[in-house]
């Protein structure tokens, strides 16, 4: 399919100095995680994405972007096709190295002596949250801080507390309706907050250190949320859900 289309971008010529093919994106990204794609700086009438087989049941869209999580490791490309009125068109093609730890076969398990527990164990407490934890705390409050957008803070807030205990318990239900509520938060802003990249400074960090923390359950999911939200402060005022 890809050679065919190929031939017939090649083989027809580009006018116009208003047509432009341009994707913004990560090259990398961790298997498992959210990735964004966004043809907002292409101009032309029509914008139409290519996207790999394997991936076009798993991607959606919102406005200019295109997001999806890639479960395997491997190189995926992109394409974009923009045309205008007069049937010209220009294209672009970007690459996604996406990258994971491959698991190895357990081996049988070798009887050993049980050790002794430390007197005194530290227990994980809401005073002393986990280290990943903490990272995806500190990732959403430095993000808030650097964007100063009051009113879509506070309606991601009250929209992710409202959703917490509504979750599905299947864990890729869950991620998914955490995105939906996002992107319906992302299109609700205020005209004078549409210019805040929220998908740059605050989406993908915080997604990437929730990949990091790699919660196996809905339960370790909502753990990552609550972080999340803890830092999503108003003149310094932290929400604690």
């Avoid at 045309?83 to 698991?103: C, D, F, L, M």
């Avoid at 005073?127 to 009113?151: C, F, H, K, M, Y």
């Amino acid at each position: 399919m890809r050679p065919l289309i190929l031939f017939l971008l090649l083989a027809i010529p580009v006018f116009g100095q208003d047509l432009k093919a341009s994707i913004k994106g990560p090259s990398t990204a961790l298997a498992g995680t959210l990735v964004f794609l966004s043809h907002e700086d292409a101009t032309g009438d029509n914008k139409v994405w290519i996207i790999p087989e394997e991936l076009k049941s798993a991607s959606a869209s919102c406005g200019s972007n295109i997001f999806f999580s890639i479960p395997t490791p491997g190189k995926y490309q992109f394409g974009l096709i923009v045309a205008n009125k007069q049937a010209e068109i220009a294209y672009s093609w970007h690459e996604i190295v996406v990258t994971g730890t491959v698991i190895a076969p357990t081996p049988p398990p070798v009887p050993t002596p049980t050790p002794n527990p430390p007197p005194n164990p530290i227990q994980p407490s809401p005073g002393n949250p986990p280290p990943s934890l903490e990272s995806i705390r500190l990732t959403s409050r430095a993000a808030v801080d650097t964007l100063q957008d009051a009113a879509t803070t506070s309606l991601l807030a009250s929209s992710l507390i409202n959703l917490l205990p509504k979750l599905p318990a299947y864990l890729p239900d869950a991620k998914g309706l955490v995105t939906s509520t996002i992107e319906t938060c992302f299109g609700m802003r205020e005209p004078t907050s549409r210019k805040k990249d929220w998908l740059n400074i605050w989406r993908i960090p915080i997604d990437k250190e929730i990949g990091k923390a790699n919660p196996q359950t809905v339960e370790e999911y909502k753990e990552c949320l609550r972080a999340v939200i803890r830092g999503l402060c108003v003149d310094g005022k932290c929400p604690n859900p």
